[in-house]
């Protein structure tokens, strides 16, 4: 198995865990592995990307240009910069958050449409699968950490449920983080059971 | 055991196999992680410090080294420029304990700063240097980085680049060694740790010389770089450096359907980049009738092999940068493999295998970056802004120099304030050249407490003594904060536990003889407008000490610094507030602005910027 995930969204968000998770699992299932972050030099809401190289013995970090077999972005507009990157045929994950720059919220500058970046998913010939924020479930009356909702709906409805196990996801969740675990099966069993949205 | 660890945690846990006695550096991306990882150990034996600039820091674990024990230093690219200096005199000396540089360099320049390639640093100092092309490798490097240089007695160049230093991946790490407790060896020979006349220093050069030869003789007994020939000779060669290897078997099977055949080639990956391997070199331009090489910024390798090439009469083609194929910019990938493949062997391999489409990243929102919610150094930026405007003067009249760190986010918008960037402490020796030049406006210098202790005392120190006209404001959030909250002379030390000696700003720039100086709460943007003001129109060196501590790391210990609350009512929704401050806890409402509470600090800044009394302070 080979397979090779980027990762695109803003510091704050979480998403780098995705990746720290994925790459934990596949360190628990002796699954070679290579996980580069790149946080930039902002310490939140900077644009961050990362990128996970599953099942090579020896390889470098950086993902050729259509070589990813998934892209997940947890931010529209930085997302974008995760086009070039997605392997004809491999899925797009879109948490759709808008982190509008200052100039955007100003007024001063654009910022993409959800359209626009459909028709980019399009264009470089991949599956968009969309989750919208609003669709966020609550846990005990706060909204569940939305990068484990991510990964949840990631494990149930990519390719990347069928190479590695739900359970062991689950597993290195419950081991890595201490508190609200509780919560956090919650979030990620609720992405895991989401409908299927595949545009 | 088996460990999921990033490039730099494995340079830390081969320094501890290799029974490391101490560990000295200073923060720079994307070396950080090695010495952090190791502060974060408790270790006992072992002495880690993150020490006050790159020249200190390798200055004690020569000193270490010079004792007969083993020492590690970490830097990123700049800080080497830093502690060059002191190199090429430990360099010329040698040691008596392993003593190992650890650099990481970041083609690409992810981090800012540079694409320098210090591999070239090595080439000048003499000094063998080694670079793994992956995680795993770094591990078994570095401790081998240690043996090299207690072998040749002399210090030893460990590269890593950002994809590996921050890359996470599995390696077998063995039990740490005990640190040897052998009493300190006082060797006293001004042979060797002087420099003083020309006999001393070019004997110590011919030694320097016979050192590197011997590292060059030490690994390729060890066979460190691997060299894999094609069974038929006659075909493709290809050299690769560092990371670059990294790639060629995913570039091999990117290329394999258009007729690439694995078996045709002959490999030589390079992981002791300096001294050149000139015997390998050679066997494959004995072997090879055309020359790839992969190596990413400078053609260091493939000026190597051109010396090498010429000297036996080598008739074949050697492609890579200086034939104009390579770009000496960016990080090498899979791309970089195939390229090289088909521009030697032109098997019809298409320009857009591997090229996505670009024209997406134009529609993407500019995200330029900016201070977090909170951050001191935005009421700072805000109060210089305001004492231009009392002067009655316009921001593009007033040279306000940057330094290296978070304070230079005034740089960008909504600030638009500084100017400039060099390195470390430039900030204040640079502003007293503009004065020399004859700028007739107020000169302001900006600076962070970290960067103030690195080097930009000396610059103040200078500025003192020629009495130059300028206004020097410190940003003293107390950390080290851009890479990632790191501990510095300023830090306040409040754990009882803790091994340091604070060193207070406000004493130091007393004692220099300043007469004027104000220590202000950049929160209270009023005041510290007032007292910027007031400097910018003394005679002198004038420092203001902006001293609060920075959000995210007071927010990490339970801190808040108040609450600032919404009238709705009062909001018409003008964005004066969000024009400002840029603050990215602010998103606009329906039918007010919002603030999310979560990222809020409740620094206040904001109040003021509102006419309409639609942003009010809660007690808290």
Redesign the interface.
């Given at each position: 198995m080979k397979y090779d995930i980027f990762f695109a969204g803003?510091g704050g968000q979480g998403i780098l865990t995705i990746g720290?998770v994925l790459?934990?699992v596949a360190?628990y299932k002796d699954i070679?592995?290579?996980?580069?972050?790149?946080k930039?030099?902002?310490?939140?809401?900077?644009?961050v990307k990362a990128q996970l190289r599953l099942g090579?013995e020896?390889?470098?970090?950086?993902?050729?240009?259509?070589?990813a077999d998934m892209v997940i972005a947890m931010e529209q507009?930085?997302s974008?910069?995760a086009?070039?990157?997605?392997k004809p045929g491999g899925d797009f994950v879109l948490y759709s958050d808008i982190?509008?720059?200052?100039?955007?919220?100003?007024g001063k500058?654009?910022?993409?449409t959800f359209a626009?970046i459909t028709e980019?998913v399009k264009?470089?010939g991949a599956r968009l699968v969309h989750i919208d924020p609003g669709q966020l479930p609550e846990y005990a009356g706060e909204l569940v950490h939305a990068n484990l909702y991510v990964l949840g709906v990631i494990m149930g409805q990519t390719a990347l449920g069928t190479l590695i196990r739900s359970e062991d996801v689950e597993h290195i969740i419950q081991t890595r983080f201490k508190r609200n675990t509780e919560a956090n099966s919650f979030a990620y069993r609720s992405g895991l059971g989401m409908p299927l949205v595949v545009s | 055991m088996k460990k999921l660890i990033t490039g730099n945690e494995a340079i830390a846990y081969g320094a501890l196999r290799a029974g490391v006695k101490a560990v000295t550096g200073y923060p720079g991306t994307p070396s950080t992680g090695c010495l952090s990882s190791l502060l974060a150990m408790d270790l006992v034996d072992t002495h880690v410090e993150w020490s006050v600039n790159e020249k200190v820091a390798l200055e004690v674990a020569t000193g270490v080294a010079w004792s007969g024990h083993r020492a590690l230093c970490t830097m990123k690219m700049s800080g080497l420029n830093v502690a060059y200096d002191t190199l090429i005199s430990v360099a010329y000396s040698g040691c008596d304990g392993g003593l190992v540089v650890y650099v990481a360099d970041d083609p690409g320049a992810s981090a800012g700063m540079c694409e320098q390639d210090s591999r070239s640093f090595a080439v000048m100092a003499d000094m063998p240097m080694l670079e793994p092309a992956t995680v795993a490798e770094t591990y078994e490097l570095t401790k081998f980085a240690f043996e090299l240089s207690e072998r040749i007695k002399g210090p030893v160049f460990l590269r890593l680049v950002t994809g590996i230093a921050d890359s996470y991946a599995e390696v077998e790490i063995e039990e740490p060694v005990l640190v040897s407790q052998a009493a300190p060896l006082l060797i006293k020979d001004i042979q060797r740790y002087t420099k003083a006349g020309a006999v001393i220093a070019t004997n110590q050069h011919r030694d320097l010389i016979q050192r590197l030869e011997q590292a060059g003789q030490i690994t390729d007994e060890a066979k460190i770089n691997k060299l894999s020939l094609s069974r038929k000779p006659g075909g493709l060669g290809i050299l690769a450096s560092g990371i670059a290897a990294a790639y060629l078997e995913e570039g091999f099977e990117a290329a394999a359907p258009f007729g690439f055949n694995r078996e045709d080639v002959s490999t030589l990956e390079i992981k002791v980049v300096h001294p050149f391997p000139a015997a390998e070199a050679r066997k494959m331009l004995a072997h090879c009738q055309t020359i790839l090489i992969l190596e990413e910024l400078e053609p260091l390798i493939e000026r190597g092999m051109y010396v090498e090439a010429q000297r036996m009469g080598y008739r074949g083609k050697i492609t890579g940068k200086l034939d104009g194929v390579f770009s000496r910019i960016g990080e090498y990938g899979v791309p970089q493999v195939v390229q090289g493949i088909e521009s030697v062997l032109r098997l019809g391999i298409p320009e857009n295998l591997l090229s996505g489409n670009t024209q997406a990243l134009k529609l993407a929102a500019a995200r330029p970056i900016t201070v977090c919610a909170g951050c001191p150094h935005r009421g700072t930026y805000i109060a210089i802004d305001k004492a231009i405007k009392k002067l009655r003067l316009k921001k593009n009249e007033v040279m306000v120099t940057g330094d290296i760190g978070c304070t230079i986010l005034g740089m960008n918008p909504p600030f638009d304030l500084i100017w400039t960037e060099i390195s470390m402490g430039a900030s204040v020796s640079l502003a007293q050249g503009y004065v020399h030049a004859g700028v007739k406006t107020p000169v302001i210098a900006t600076i962070g407490d970290s960067t103030f202790f690195h080097a930009g005392i000396a610059g103040l120190v200078n500025a003192i003594q020629h009495q130059i006209d300028l206004t020097l404001v410190i940003m003293d959030n107390r950390w080290t904060a851009m890479t990632g909250m790191q501990v510095n002379p300023g830090t306040p030390c409040n754990n009882g536990a803790s091994t340091y000696q604070e060193i207070d700003i406000a004493r130091i720039i007393p004692a220099l003889g300043i007469e004027h100086f104000w220590t202000v709460d950049p929160f209270d943007v009023e005041e510290t407008a007032g007292v910027i003001h007031q400097a910018m129109t003394l005679p002198g060196v004038k420092v203001v000490l902006a001293r609060q501590e920075c959000a995210i790391q007071a927010q990490r210990q339970g801190k808040q610094a108040g609450k600032v609350h919404v009238v709705e009512e009062n909001c018409n929704l003008c964005k004066l507030c969000l024009m400002v401050t840029g603050c990215s806890a602010f998103s606009l409402g329906a039918n007010a602005i919002e603030i999310d509470p979560e990222l809020c600090y409740g620094c206040g800044v904001c109040i003021e910027t509102c006419h309409h009394d639609a942003l009010v302070a809660e007690e808290v």
């Amino acid at each position: 198995m080979k397979y090779d995930i980027f990762f695109a969204g803003v510091g704050g968000q979480g998403i780098l865990t995705i990746g720290e998770v994925l790459a934990e699992v596949a360190h628990y299932k002796d699954i070679p592995a290579n996980f580069y972050p790149s946080k930039g030099m902002a310490q939140r809401g900077g644009f961050v990307k990362a990128q996970l190289r599953l099942g090579r013995e020896n390889v470098g970090p950086n993902i050729p240009q259509r070589g990813a077999d998934m892209v997940i972005a947890m931010e529209q507009s930085e997302s974008l910069k995760a086009i070039p990157f997605i392997k004809p045929g491999g899925d797009f994950v879109l948490y759709s958050d808008i982190w509008a720059p200052t100039a955007v919220a100003l007024g001063k500058a654009p910022y993409p449409t959800f359209a626009q970046i459909t028709e980019q998913v399009k264009l470089a010939g991949a599956r968009l699968v969309h989750i919208d924020p609003g669709q966020l479930p609550e846990y005990a009356g706060e909204l569940v950490h939305a990068n484990l909702y991510v990964l949840g709906v990631i494990m149930g409805q990519t390719a990347l449920g069928t190479l590695i196990r739900s359970e062991d996801v689950e597993h290195i969740i419950q081991t890595r983080f201490k508190r609200n675990t509780e919560a956090n099966s919650f979030a990620y069993r609720s992405g895991l059971g989401m409908p299927l949205v595949v545009s | 055991m088996k460990k999921l660890i990033t490039g730099n945690e494995a340079i830390a846990y081969g320094a501890l196999r290799a029974g490391v006695k101490a560990v000295t550096g200073y923060p720079g991306t994307p070396s950080t992680g090695c010495l952090s990882s190791l502060l974060a150990m408790d270790l006992v034996d072992t002495h880690v410090e993150w020490s006050v600039n790159e020249k200190v820091a390798l200055e004690v674990a020569t000193g270490v080294a010079w004792s007969g024990h083993r020492a590690l230093c970490t830097m990123k690219m700049s800080g080497l420029n830093v502690a060059y200096d002191t190199l090429i005199s430990v360099a010329y000396s040698g040691c008596d304990g392993g003593l190992v540089v650890y650099v990481a360099d970041d083609p690409g320049a992810s981090a800012g700063m540079c694409e320098q390639d210090s591999r070239s640093f090595a080439v000048m100092a003499d000094m063998p240097m080694l670079e793994p092309a992956t995680v795993a490798e770094t591990y078994e490097l570095t401790k081998f980085a240690f043996e090299l240089s207690e072998r040749i007695k002399g210090p030893v160049f460990l590269r890593l680049v950002t994809g590996i230093a921050d890359s996470y991946a599995e390696v077998e790490i063995e039990e740490p060694v005990l640190v040897s407790q052998a009493a300190p060896l006082l060797i006293k020979d001004i042979q060797r740790y002087t420099k003083a006349g020309a006999v001393i220093a070019t004997n110590q050069h011919r030694d320097l010389i016979q050192r590197l030869e011997q590292a060059g003789q030490i690994t390729d007994e060890a066979k460190i770089n691997k060299l894999s020939l094609s069974r038929k000779p006659g075909g493709l060669g290809i050299l690769a450096s560092g990371i670059a290897a990294a790639y060629l078997e995913e570039g091999f099977e990117a290329a394999a359907p258009f007729g690439f055949n694995r078996e045709d080639v002959s490999t030589l990956e390079i992981k002791v980049v300096h001294p050149f391997p000139a015997a390998e070199a050679r066997k494959m331009l004995a072997h090879c009738q055309t020359i790839l090489i992969l190596e990413e910024l400078e053609p260091l390798i493939e000026r190597g092999m051109y010396v090498e090439a010429q000297r036996m009469g080598y008739r074949g083609k050697i492609t890579g940068k200086l034939d104009g194929v390579f770009s000496r910019i960016g990080e090498y990938g899979v791309p970089q493999v195939v390229q090289g493949i088909e521009s030697v062997l032109r098997l019809g391999i298409p320009e857009n295998l591997l090229s996505g489409n670009t024209q997406a990243l134009k529609l993407a929102a500019a995200r330029p970056i900016t201070v977090c919610a909170g951050c001191p150094h935005r009421g700072t930026y805000i109060a210089i802004d305001k004492a231009i405007k009392k002067l009655r003067l316009k921001k593009n009249e007033v040279m306000v120099t940057g330094d290296i760190g978070c304070t230079i986010l005034g740089m960008n918008p909504p600030f638009d304030l500084i100017w400039t960037e060099i390195s470390m402490g430039a900030s204040v020796s640079l502003a007293q050249g503009y004065v020399h030049a004859g700028v007739k406006t107020p000169v302001i210098a900006t600076i962070g407490d970290s960067t103030f202790f690195h080097a930009g005392i000396a610059g103040l120190v200078n500025a003192i003594q020629h009495q130059i006209d300028l206004t020097l404001v410190i940003m003293d959030n107390r950390w080290t904060a851009m890479t990632g909250m790191q501990v510095n002379p300023g830090t306040p030390c409040n754990n009882g536990a803790s091994t340091y000696q604070e060193i207070d700003i406000a004493r130091i720039i007393p004692a220099l003889g300043i007469e004027h100086f104000w220590t202000v709460d950049p929160f209270d943007v009023e005041e510290t407008a007032g007292v910027i003001h007031q400097a910018m129109t003394l005679p002198g060196v004038k420092v203001v000490l902006a001293r609060q501590e920075c959000a995210i790391q007071a927010q990490r210990q339970g801190k808040q610094a108040g609450k600032v609350h919404v009238v709705e009512e009062n909001c018409n929704l003008c964005k004066l507030c969000l024009m400002v401050t840029g603050c990215s806890a602010f998103s606009l409402g329906a039918n007010a602005i919002e603030i999310d509470p979560e990222l809020c600090y409740g620094c206040g800044v904001c109040i003021e910027t509102c006419h309409h009394d639609a942003l009010v302070a809660e007690e808290v």
